[in-house]
């Protein structure tokens, strides 16, 4: 991977967020999010397709369906105004997207090493954030405590590749797992609870800074071993 056309990609990437996520909503241009949201991950689809070449076959599959499903998602959140059904399949957009996420890092399961633990931190998270949301959730209660579960495995899952990828690869990975699962409680309690400072924003940084962590592990995971 050449560092010069890297270090071009990630000012080209903090650009389009810049625009995201202060541009569009300081000036008030709606339209702007139109063309700057999807380009978030537009841009790292092409750079993970351009990057990739060396990595097996069905790990780059799984993770540009893992991405195209994010940009799926993307786009059909930018109508939730319209209607509230768009939420809906964005959400299950990013469900499938999470279990793209979800069947890369399976891949690179440590068998050895055990999940329970930091399963109990999740759950403790996961049931305080619940605690907060419940109230407001009415009609999309199953369906957001089936999306809080799926999340929970790939972070679970990234948590697991511990041992079996290079040092570089599980520290991004892992962290941008759990920056996602930041991002997605961020915009769940501006939803369901209470509108929160600065929400889009917050949102869309953590988003856009969660995937482009993963993308990046991902990268640098070890080709050469066997899957």
Not at 30 to 45: A, M
Not at 101 to 111: A, E, I, M, P
Request: hydrophobic share 55%; charged share 10%.
């Amino acid at each position: 991977m050449k560092p010069t056309s890297s270090f071009s990609f990630y000012i080209v990437f903090a650009i389009i967020v810049l625009f995201e996520t202060l541009l569009a909503n300081w000036l008030d241009l709606d339209w702007i999010h139109y063309i700057s949201k999807p380009l978030v991950v537009i841009s790292l689809i092409l750079f993970y397709k351009r990057r990739s070449k060396l990595i097996n076959t069905n790990i780059r599959i799984l993770t540009i369906l893992a991405l195209v499903f994010s940009l799926f998602g993307d786009v059909l959140l930018l109508f939730v105004k319209h209607s509230q059904y768009f939420f809906i399949c964005g959400l299950i957009a990013f469900l499938i997207a999470h279990i793209f996420y979800c069947l890369v890092f399976l891949k690179h399961r440590n068998k050895t090493k055990s999940p329970y633990g930091f399963i109990a931190l999740l759950l403790v998270y996961a049931l305080g954030l619940f605690w907060l949301l419940k109230s407001g959730l009415n009609n999309l209660l199953i369906p957001v405590i089936l999306y809080m579960l799926v999340i929970l495995a790939m972070a679970t899952l990234a948590y697991l590749r511990h041992g079996k990828v290079n040092v570089q690869s599980y520290n991004l990975v892992f962290y941008g797992a759990l920056v996602f699962m930041i991002s997605d409680s961020l915009l769940a309690l501006n939803k369901f609870y209470s509108p929160l400072p600065f929400a889009d924003f917050s949102i869309m940084f953590t988003y856009a800074l969660a995937q482009l962590l993963i993308v990046k592990g991902l990268l640098f995971q070890d080709t050469k071993k066997p899957l």
